[in-house]
Nanobody, 126 residues
Framework: QVQLVESGGGLVQAGGSLRLSCTAS????????MGWFRQAPGKERQFVAAISYDGRSIYYVDSVKGRFTISRDNAKNTVYLHMNSLKPKDTAVYYC???????????????????WGQGTQVTVSS
């Protein structure tokens, strides 16, 4: 089992940047496929980005391509989401999620993940 803790959210003006971090407990972080999702008020949880256990396979939702970058540091048990050129429509609670898997497929549905963090609020003002 793994516990996930997100950090790095906050209030930023449109065009600004934030870096979210998600740190996992346990010694097997390198065995987990990691994803970032977001949920705005009144909307369903949406896939944002995912990264395979070894960092070699990366996927993004089209709306963040070229602006967001997912990365991981297995030595630090941490996955990151670097967000640039933020827009008001990026406002949401951002969640990291983990799936015990060595697959390099694209897992973009919430039900495909086993563990979730508590979320961190990102607010982008216009």
């Amino acid at each position: 089992q793994v516990q996930l803790v997100e950090s790095g959210g906050g209030l930023v003006q449109a065009g600004g940047s934030l870096r979210l971090s998600c740190t996992a407990s346990g010694r097997t972080f390198s065995s987990y496929y990691m994803g970032w999702f977001r949920q705005a008020p009144g909307k369903e949880r949406q896939f944002v980005a995912a990264i395979s256990y070894d960092g070699r396979s990366i996927y993004y939702v089209d709306s963040v391509k070229g602006r967001f970058t997912i990365s991981r540091d297995n030595a630090k048990n941490t996955v990151y989401l670097h967000m640039n050129s933020l827009k008001p429509k990026d406002t949401a609670v951002y969640y990291c999620a983990a799936r015990l898997s060595y697959s390099t497929a694209a897992y973009s549905r919430p039900e495909e993940y086993d563990y979730w963090g508590q979320g961190t609020q990102v607010t982008v003002s216009s």
